[in-house]
C-alpha cells in the first residue's frame, strides 16, 4: 500500500486556501498512483482554532471544505482533520476529527478521545472526548486512527481514563496513523520519536506519524513527521520546519519500503542532568524556529516591514539577524537613539551592526 504523509503549513480560518493546498497534494499524490494520503489535526481549519469553534459560521465552512474534499478522493482515500459536530444533546458540541473519504464519499470519522488542557492546549474547552473505539476496513488492511494526543498516553501514569490504542488493538489493525500538530520545543523532537517507538514496541504495527508545520502566532510547529516499521525502525521522515509531501510503501510483513534509516534502539527513561542537556540542545533547530515564527506570523498578519530598537548589544543583535533572515534585508529597519547614558561602544557596535546586515 502506497501512502502519502502531506506535511502543510495552513492559516487558521482560512478555508479557501488551506483546502486548495489540499487539493493540489491530493492530486499529487494521485498522480504517483498513492493509496491513501494523510493530513495533520484539523488541517481544514487550521490548529488551534480555538474560540473560533464558538462560531456557527466557522464550523459550516469547515463542514464545506469536507464536502468539496471528498470529491477529489476518487481513485485514492484522504485522512484530513477537522471539527465534527456532535449529534448528542449532551456533551461539548464538538468533537476533534478525522475524516476517512474515499470514492467520493466520507466512509468514516474518527473523534479525538484523549483532549489535552496543559501548555499550550485547552482542546476541553471545545471538544467532547470520544467514546466509540472502530477500525477502518480499506484494501483488505486494518487502520487504527489516532489524534495526536491520542499516542501520548503511555506508561505507569497515565493523563487519561483511557487509552485509544488499547481499546484499538483488539480489533486487529495492520497499522497506525496519527494526526497531529505537535508543537516543536528543544527536546520534543527526540520525545516524540520516543513516543512512537515505544507505541510501535507495544503494539506491533507500523505507525504513520503526519504532524503539522508552520506558525500560529507564539506557537511553532516544525513538522518532521515520521514512519516506523513493525520493528520499530525509523524508516523515514518529512523535513523540519518545511512544507513536504512524501510517499511510503508498507509491505504485508509490516515493513517499509524506505528502508531503515534508524535501528530500533531501547528507550531510554532516565532524565538527561543539566550538562546533558546542555549538549543535546539543537541550535540549529531552535533558530530556524525562531526565523519560521517571525516569518509566519508576519506573512499571516499581512505585515511586510519590520522596526526595530537597536542598542548595540546582545538581544538586540540577535533579534536584527533573525528579523533579516526572516523577511529579507529591505523590509527590515533598525533605529538607534542613543542618550547621555549611551556609551561610545554601544553605539558603535549599533551603527556597524546595521552597516552589516547586508552581509
Known amino acids: 500500500m502506497k501512502i ?30 498513492g493509496d491513501l494520503i494523510v493530513f495533520s489535526e484539523l488541517s481544514i481549519c487550521g490548529y488551534p482554532p480555538r474560540d473560533f469553534l464558538y462560531f456557527n459560521n466557522f464550523i459550516e465552512k469547515s463542514l464545506l471544505c469536507i464536502e468539496r474534499i471528498k470529491t477529489e478522493s476518487s481513485g485514492i482515500a484522504v485522512l484530513v482533520g477537522a471539527p465534527q459536530k456532535n449529534p448528542s444533546v449532551n456533551g461539548k458540541r464538538l468533537y476533534n476529527a478525522a475524516y476517512f473519504l474515499e470514492d467520493g464519499e466520507i466512509k468514516h470519522v474518527v473523534q479525538k478521545p484523549c483532549l489535552p488542557t496543559y501548555d499550550v492546549f485547552d482542546e476541553n474547552r471545545y471538544f467532547e472526548p470520544a467514546s466509540a473505539w472502530e477500525i477502518i476496513n480499506f484494501k483488505d488492511k486494518k487502520l487504527a486512527v489516532t489524534i495526536c494526543e491520542d499516542i ?3 506508561g505507569e501514569n497515565p493523563l487519561y481514563t483511557v487509552c485509544p490504542m488499547d481499546q484499538l488493538i483488539s480489533k486487529s489493525p495492520d497499522f497506525m496513523i496519527n494526526l497531529s500538530a505537535s508543537p516543536f520545543d528543544y527536546t520534543h523532537s527526540a520525545d516524540r520519536k520516543a513516543i512512537l517507538k515505544s507505541n510501535v514496541q507495544k503494539y506491533h504495527v507500523p505507525v504513520f506519524y503526519c504532524n503539522a508545520v508552520g506558525s500560529q502566532t507564539e506557537i511553532v510547529f516544525d513538522g518532521n513527521s515520521m514512519v516506523f516499521d513493525v520493528n520499530a525502525n525509523l524508516c523515514g521522515s518529512l523535513k523540519s520546519f518545511e512544507e513536504d509531501l512524501k510517499s511510503f510503501v508498507l509491505q504485508n510483513d509490516g515493513t517499509i519500503n524506505e528502508g531503515v534509516i534508524e535501528a530500533n ?10 550538562s546533558q542537556l546542555h549538549a543535546s540542545l539543537n541550535i540549529d533547530s531552535i533558530y530556524k524556529a525562531l526565523v519560521l515564527g517571525i516569518k509566519d506570523y508576519f506573512q499571516k498578519m499581512g505585515f511586510q516591514k519590520a522596526i526595530l530598537g537597536s542598542s548595540g548589544g546582545i538581544d538586540s543583535a540577535v533579534t536584527l539577524a533573525l528579523a533579516v533572515e526572516a523577511l529579507g534585508e529591505d523590509n527590515v529597519l533598525a533605529v538607534l537613539m542613543p542618550s547621555q547614558f549611551s556609551s561610545n561602544h554601544s553605539v558603535e557596535d549599533a551603527v556597524q551592526l546595521s552597516k552589516d546586515r547586508k552581509s
Do not use: C, H, V
Not at 503549513?9 to 493540489?24: A, M, P, R, S, V
Open 152 to 154: 501520548w498516553n503511555l
Open 4 to 33: 502519502f504523509l502531506a506535511q502543510q503549513n495552513y492559516l487558521i480560518g482560512d478555508f479557501e486556501n488551506n483546502t486548495e493546498k489540499i487539493i493540489k497534494a491530493i492530486r499529487e499524490a494521485k498522480s504517483q498512483n
Open 265 to 274: 534502539t531501547e528507550i531510554s527513561n532516565q532524565q538527561l542532568n543539566p
